[in-house]
């Protein structure tokens, strides 16, 4: 199984950008998807998470600004980040939780994409 993520790249302050993560492989079912980021010097920290029925949490910080969802017959989830400012300005990691069987879950990540927010 594997995540591919997509869409990073450079931002203004105040503009958008979308990200993706497709999970490929061999999977018989995700439960959750979601989004991670770290900044240079911080920690790693949930940004999004989204069920496999489509409902979506938050961390504070973003609550309004971005919008997670997913395709479940293209086993992707994005991440709409509208608003952006310079403290959103990390490296994004999808993640999702597999299975292969339909018995045992896995946590899966993807690559980092980066996102910079500048002018």
């Known amino acids: 199984v594997q995540l591919q993520a997509s869409g990073g790249g450079l931002a203004q302050p105040g503009g958008s950008l979308r990200l993706s993560c497709a999970a490929s492989?061999?999977?018989?079912?995700?439960?959750?998807m979601g989004w991670y980021r770290q900044a240079p010097g911080k920690q790693r920290e949930l940004v999004a998470v989204v069920t496999s029925g489509g409902s979506g949490n938050y961390v504070d910080s973003v609550k309004g600004r971005f919008t997670i969802s997913r395709d479940n017959a293209k086993n992707t989830v994005y991440l709409q980040m509208s608003s952006l400012k310079p403290e959103d300005t990390a490296v994004y990691y999808c993640n999702a939780r597999i299975s292969r069987d339909g018995r045992y879950y896995y946590e899966y990540w993807g690559q980092g994409t980066l996102v910079t927010v500048s002018s």
């Open positions: 492989g061999s999977i018989f079912s995700i439960d959750y």
